[in-house]
């Protein structure tokens, strides 16, 4: 799997209007072992748009962390499975914990 061309997720998080984007974290794991990844810097954008770059084929599951003080919480998740060489888009909706 590693030895196949790496491929990308397009995520959108569709999100209640006033919801603040910047507070929100994109996670992802791999249905198989892709070895050490850094999900650390996953931006998103005031739109809800952001990019999982350079990730070897498999199937991910993508988790929305909402980041707050009092403990993060799970607001989305989807699966998205990733041909080699790919870009994969993925809508995913914000739902209140």
Avoid: K
Avoid at 44 to 64: S, W
């Amino acid at each position: 799997v590693l030895l196949l061309p790496t491929g990308r997720i397009l995520g959108r998080i569709v999100a209640p209007p006033g919801t603040d984007m910047s507070a929100l974290s994109p996670q992802y794991e791999a249905d198989v072992d892709i070895g050490g990844r850094d999900a650390v810097g996953i931006a998103v954008a005031p739109d809800g748009t952001f990019t999982i770059d350079r990730l070897p084929p498999a199937t991910y599951t993508v988790t929305i962390l909402e980041l707050r003080e009092a403990g993060n919480a799970t607001v989305g998740r989807a699966i998205v499975v990733l041909p080699p060489g790919a870009a994969v888009a993925v809508e995913i909706r914000y739902q209140r914990p």
